[in-house]
Each structure stands twice: as structure tokens, then as C-alpha cells.
């Protein structure tokens, strides 16, 4: 079993990782979903944007988190010193980002609420602890969770390493039913059993990275036959329930939730699969623009923008407007803010860069002994 990571798994978690990004944009700015278990209820633009966000979106977590857990344990020995130094270092790569994201939220908020004439009903303790626990930004969930894996990280990998596969069964059965065990702090849970299914996979794929290496380099028909179990999987969960819905509620039936997680699997392994085929120099540039992409595109951009579509397009099909138009500003303004501010943008981002993102590609250009890039993708 390989536990050293090539250069092409690198820059496929990078692809994959700008590509998780541009579907959590997506899900922010859905403008129409499906209301009635009914399919035949359902316009297109319902179902299609019920497809691609309730559907294919889903998987953008799951990448991050497996991601996460991934690379955290990758150089984990299991001792103190390096819990603290990688505890000292999430702080500045996540805590930074969520507590300057959130901040700039919740004075925001404070500001529209004054302008409009209703002004936030809160004292200072209370805006400090909406601050910390859940910002007016809804995307910063993820990362709240991320610095909660982060500490309870050696009681995972105890579990991981003294139970082996039995641990990770066990918390995918609790995310395969949906059950969230952990209470409700400040609106949103201490920890998601999703977030904590996928970054305990992260940890138990540590060693099987020749899995993840033998998934990349599948053939051209393995990678379109997992495309269309995929797809087959999110059209039959649409035509059974077509309204699904599972975040803080139970809009679902144990059908349609199985498939809709089965579909979930099914993605990660497309996607994998299909960034595996989209390295690029450019791909891994933008990469490291995407997670100052996921920290602004939310709120106040999001109430800006959908307040200026409102002027030029309708409600339930603005989605097709604003998503492309959200998506590219935001890249453009990481790679010029990132330019002409680097220092900001680096302190802002935790120190993820389109530089930083680049050297990767350039170090295997200039290297004697890695085969030249283009050559590299499987075909």
C-alpha cells in the first residue's frame, strides 16, 4: 500500500477543489427549487436547477472534507508537538479567514439592517457571540466545523487506527441516515455527521493513496460509466422526490435519501475522476484563487447582487445570470487583489495564493525527472 502522494494526485485535489468551489457558489444563488413531491408539479427551471444544486452540488462538502482530513493525517505522527503546531496552524489557515469573513459580515449586516430602518435588537455580547458562532455569512459553517475536527482530531485518528474500518462504518451509517447526534450552538450544529463522515475517510484514505491513484488513471470508460451512475442516481431521486431537502430538515423519505447519499459516492467519484483529466497550469492557478472565491461570494455580495438582478431579471430564473456572472467577478478580483495586494490577500486567505497554487506546476516543469505535464493526464 502507497502512502506518498504523486505530483498528479496533488494537482487533482487542486482541480477538484476549484471545481467544489464554483458548486457551492451555485448553491448560494439557486433562485427556484421544486415545492411539491410531484415531479409533474415542477417546471424546468425548477428541476434543473433542482438538478444541478440539490444534485449535483452535493458533492462539494464531501470533497472538501474528505480534502481536509486528508491532508491533515497525511503528516499526522500522532504525537503532541505536532497536534499543537498543526492546531496553531489551522488557526491561521482557517480561524483567520472565518473570524475577518464573519466580521466584515456582521458589520455589514449591522449596517444594511441601520440603513433600512431596523436596526439589529442586539448589545454588543450578543453581536460578538452571533460573530464567533454563526456570522451572517452562510458558508462559514464549514469552516466552524473544520476548527471542531481540527481539535478533536487524535480522538479520531485513535478510533480510526484502534477500530480500522469499524469507526468509519459506524459514522457512515450516521450520515447514510441523516442522523445528527451532535446539539444545535447558535443555529448551527457543533459538528455535521457529514463534515465528520468524510473527514474520518480522509484520515482511513491516508493509506490507500494507490486507491486514489488507480481511480485517477481508470480508463476513459470507467471515468463515463461512474459519470452516468451519477446521473442516473440524481434523475431517479428528482422523478422519486423531486422537493428533497435535508439541511435542518426532513424533507424526505428513506428512499429518496438513500439515493440521494448513493449519488453523493457516485460524485466524489466522478468528480475525482474527471479532475484527474482537467489538470492544468491554468487550473492550478485558480485554485489557489478559490478560497478567497468561497469566503466573499456569500453575504453582503450575495444581497448586492441579487438586488441588482431583481432590476433585470426575474426571481426564479436569475440563477442563470448571476452564478456565471458571481463566479468569474470573483476569480477576477482574487487574481488582481492577489497581484496588487498579496500580502492582504495571503493574510485574508490563510496564506492560500494563486502563486502558491502555481509553484506546484512549476516545479515540475523545471524538474529533470517528472514527465512533462501534458503528457501526464491519463487518457
Same mark, same amino acid.
Given at each position: 500500500?502507497?502512502?506518498?502522494?504523486?505530483?498528479?494526485?496533488?494537482?487533482?485535489?487542486?482541480?477538484?477543489? %476549484?471545481?467544489?468551489?464554483?458548486?457551492?457558489?451555485?448553491?448560494?444563488?439557486?433562485?427556484?427549487?421544486?415545492?411539491?413531491?410531484?415531479?409533474? @408539479?415542477?417546471?424546468?427551471?425548477?428541476?434543473?436547477?433542482?438538478?444541478?444544486?440539490?444534485?449535483?452540488?452535493?458533492?462539494?462538502?464531501?470533497?472538501?472534507?474528505?480534502?481536509?482530513?486528508?491532508?491533515?493525517?497525511?503528516?499526522?505522527?500522532?504525537?503532541?508537538?505536532?497536534?499543537?503546531?498543526?492546531?496553531?496552524?489551522?488557526?491561521?489557515?482557517?480561524?483567520?479567514?472565518?473570524?475577518? &469573513?464573519?466580521?466584515?459580515?456582521?458589520?455589514?449586516?449591522?449596517?444594511?439592517? !441601520?440603513?433600512?430602518? @431596523?436596526?439589529?435588537?442586539?448589545?454588543?455580547?450578543?453581536?460578538?457571540?452571533?460573530?464567533?458562532?454563526?456570522?451572517?455569512? +452562510?458558508?462559514?459553517?464549514?469552516?466552524?466545523?473544520?476548527?471542531?475536527?481540527?481539535?478533536?482530531?487524535?480522538?479520531?485518528?485513535?478510533?480510526? @487506527?484502534?477500530?480500522?474500518?469499524?469507526?468509519? &462504518?459506524?459514522?457512515?451509517?450516521?450520515?447514510?441516515?441523516?442522523?445528527?447526534?451532535?446539539? &444545535?450552538?447558535?443555529?448551527?450544529?457543533?459538528?455535521?455527521?457529514?463534515?465528520?463522515?468524510?473527514?474520518?475517510?480522509?484520515?482511513?484514505?491516508?493509506?490507500?493513496?494507490?486507491?486514489? +491513484?488507480?481511480?485517477?488513471?481508470?480508463?476513459?470508460?470507467?471515468?463515463? !460509466?461512474?459519470?452516468?451512475?451519477?446521473?442516473?442516481?440524481?434523475?431517479?431521486?428528482? *422523478?422519486?422526490?423531486?422537493?428533497?431537502?435535508?439541511?435542518?430538515?426532513?424533507?424526505?423519505?428513506?428512499?429518496?435519501?438513500?439515493?440521494?447519499?448513493?449519488?453523493?459516492?457516485?460524485?466524489?467519484?466522478?468528480?475525482?475522476?474527471?479532475?484527474?483529466?482537467?489538470?492544468?497550469?491554468?487550473?492550478?492557478?485558480?485554485?489557489?484563487?478559490?478560497?478567497?472565491?468561497?469566503?466573499?461570494? +456569500?453575504?453582503?455580495?450575495?444581497?448586492?447582487?441579487?438586488?441588482?438582478?431583481?432590476?433585470?431579471?426575474?426571481?426564479?430564473?436569475?440563477?442563470? *445570470?448571476?452564478?456565471?456572472?458571481?463566479?468569474? !467577478?470573483?476569480?477576477?478580483?482574487?487574481?488582481?487583489? !492577489?497581484?496588487?495586494?498579496?500580502?492582504?490577500?495571503?493574510?485574508?486567505?490563510?496564506?492560500?495564493?494563486?502563486?502558491?497554487?502555481?509553484? %506546484?506546476?512549476?516545479?515540475?516543469?523545471?524538474?529533470?525527472?517528472?514527465?512533462?505535464?501534458?503528457?501526464?493526464?491519463?487518457?
Amino acid at each position: 500500500m502507497r502512502t506518498e502522494l504523486s505530483v498528479e494526485t496533488k494537482q487533482t485535489f487542486q482541480v477538484i477543489g %476549484l471545481l467544489a468551489t464554483v458548486l457551492v457558489v451555485a448553491i448560494h444563488y439557486q433562485s427556484a427549487m421544486p415545492t411539491s413531491a410531484n415531479v409533474h @408539479d415542477a417546471s424546468y427551471n425548477q428541476l434543473l436547477q433542482g438538478f444541478l444544486i440539490g444534485g449535483v452540488a452535493r458533492v462539494a462538502v464531501p470533497l472538501f472534507a474528505f480534502a481536509a482530513g486528508f491532508f491533515y493525517f497525511r503528516s499526522d505522527d500522532g504525537s503532541f508537538k505536532t497536534y499543537f503546531n498543526k492546531l496553531r496552524q489551522r488557526c491561521r489557515t482557517v480561524l483567520i479567514p472565518y473570524l475577518v &469573513i464573519g466580521g466584515i459580515a456582521m458589520l455589514s449586516w449591522v449596517s444594511v439592517r !441601520s440603513i433600512e430602518g @431596523d436596526p439589529v435588537p442586539f448589545n454588543l455580547a450578543e453581536l460578538t457571540w452571533t460573530w464567533l458562532v454563526h456570522p451572517p455569512a +452562510e458558508q462559514m459553517w464549514f469552516l466552524r466545523d473544520l476548527m471542531v475536527l481540527v481539535v478533536i482530531a487524535p480522538l479520531l485518528r485513535m478510533a480510526v @487506527d484502534k477500530t480500522g474500518h469499524a469507526f468509519v &462504518i459506524l459514522v457512515a451509517m450516521l450520515w447514510l441516515s441523516d442522523w445528527q447526534p451532535m446539539p &444545535i450552538v447558535g443555529g448551527w450544529y457543533v459538528l455535521h455527521t457529514e463534515t465528520l463522515f468524510f473527514f474520518t475517510l480522509g484520515c482511513a484514505a491516508v493509506h490507500r493513496v494507490d486507491l486514489l +491513484e488507480r481511480l485517477g488513471r481508470a480508463g476513459t470508460f470507467t471515468a463515463i !460509466s461512474m459519470i452516468l451512475v451519477w446521473i442516473g442516481l440524481l434523475i431517479a431521486r428528482i *422523478m422519486l422526490q423531486p422537493n428533497f431537502d435535508n439541511w435542518y430538515v426532513t424533507e424526505y423519505d428513506i428512499q429518496s435519501l438513500l439515493i440521494q447519499k448513493c449519488s453523493i459516492l457516485a460524485g466524489c467519484l466522478a468528480i475525482w475522476s474527471v479532475g484527474y483529466r482537467l489538470r492544468t497550469p491554468l487550473l492550478s492557478r485558480l485554485s489557489g484563487a478559490a478560497f478567497f472565491v468561497y469566503l466573499v461570494h +456569500e453575504f453582503p455580495l450575495r444581497a448586492i447582487v441579487q438586488r441588482t438582478a431583481a432590476l433585470l431579471t426575474s426571481e426564479p430564473t436569475s440563477f442563470w *445570470m448571476i452564478t456565471p456572472t458571481v463566479v468569474l !467577478s470573483c476569480f477576477v478580483t482574487a487574481l488582481l487583489f !492577489s497581484r496588487y495586494a498579496p500580502s492582504v490577500f495571503a493574510f485574508v486567505t490563510g496564506g492560500r495564493t494563486p502563486q502558491s497554487a502555481s509553484r %506546484l506546476t512549476d516545479t515540475i516543469r523545471m524538474s529533470p525527472n517528472c514527465v512533462p505535464y501534458s503528457s501526464s493526464i491519463a487518457g
